[in-house]
């Protein structure tokens, strides 16, 4: 199946940098890909931004930082590669209690996409996937 | 970001603009905290203007909410768009932190 929209971008540079880029990548790909309905653009834009932020704020810093998204008729994939291999998170970490002020990012990008974590090649690659509604 | 404060006579309404992330979230946890220390005990923000969170901005408004609650206020949210009330929803923090449609309904709550 063709893709509708593919957009790739380095995510190098410190955590604004970066996270003007995933905006800026995410943009990209709904003017390509335009009928993609808000639920599942919030939904994709929500998750590739706490990963994201993750592999900034936790990550190797350097080189090797990669964004890739793609929308077929299908479903809406992101793959977010970071260098070394796999950090020691938890991925089925749960929600934690409404008195805490971290710690819900995995757990809230695990009800909006289907999330692997693996390694490939040396690097971390996270995937991201969500059936189009 | 940009954080405008209007100030009441029972409350400080605070609107962010832009996007409340991991890069932001700490100038709004600083801009309430002062709200707080300059005596206005309860802080509605307006999220009008605010595009976008992630989980470190919810994190500042769970850090802010305790900030007025120890103070004897609240806080309380405002204009939420859809990404911000599904954030809300899905991590259930709309139970504490109810989104408002208005601001003049936030300011009336109670």
């Given at each position: 199946m063709p893709p509708e929209g593919h957009v790739e971008v380095d995510l190098d540079g410190d955590d604004e940098a970066v996270l003007d880029r995933v905006h800026d990548a995410l943009a990209r790909l709904w003017r390509s890909a335009s009928?993609?309905?808000?639920?599942?653009?919030?939904?994709?834009?929500?998750?590739?931004?706490?990963?994201?932020?993750?592999?900034?704020?936790?990550?190797?810093?350097?080189?090797?930082?990669?964004?890739?998204?793609?929308?077929?008729?299908?479903?809406l994939v992101a793959e977010v590669t970071q260098p070394g291999p796999p950090p020691p998170l938890d991925l089925?970490?749960?929600?934690?209690?409404?008195?805490?002020?971290?710690?819900?990012?995995?757990?809230?990008?695990?009800?909006?996409?289907?999330?692997?974590?693996?390694?490939?090649?040396?690097a971390t690659v996270w995937t991201l996937a969500r059936p189009r509604s | 970001m940009e954080i405008e404060t209007d100030l009441r006579a029972d409350a400080a309404v605070l609107r962010p603009a832009g996007r409340?992330?991991?890069?932001?979230?700490?100038?709004?946890?600083?801009?309430?905290?002062?709200?707080?220390?300059?005596?206005?005990?309860?802080?509605?923000?307006?999220?009008?203007?605010?595009?976008?969170?992630?989980?470190?901005?919810?994190?500042?408004?769970v850090g802010g909410l305790r900030a007025t609650r120890?103070?004897?206020?609240?806080?309380?949210?405002?204009?939420?768009?859809?990404?911000?009330?599904?954030?809300?929803?899905?991590?259930?923090?709309?139970r504490v932190l109810r989104p408002y449609d208005t601001v003049e309904d936030a300011l009336r709550a109670s």
């Open positions: 009928d993609v309905d808000e639920t599942d653009r919030i939904a994709l834009e929500t998750a590739v931004v706490e990963v994201a932020g993750n592999v900034v704020r936790h990550g190797a810093a350097g080189p090797g930082r990669h964004l890739a998204l793609t929308a077929d008729a299908r479903r089925a970490a749960a929600m934690p209690g409404s008195d805490q002020e971290s710690g819900r990012g995995l757990a809230l990008t695990r009800l909006l996409v289907d999330l692997t974590c693996a390694e490939r090649a040396g | 409340l992330t991991m890069v932001t979230a700490g100038e709004l946890r600083a801009r309430i905290d002062e709200t707080v220390a300059g005596g206005h005990r309860v802080v509605v923000l307006d999220l009008a203007d605010t595009t976008f969170m992630d989980s470190s901005g919810l994190g500042a408004l120890v103070a004897g206020g609240d806080l309380r949210l405002a204009c939420a768009g859809a990404q911000v009330r599904t954030v809300l929803q899905l991590t259930t923090m709309d």
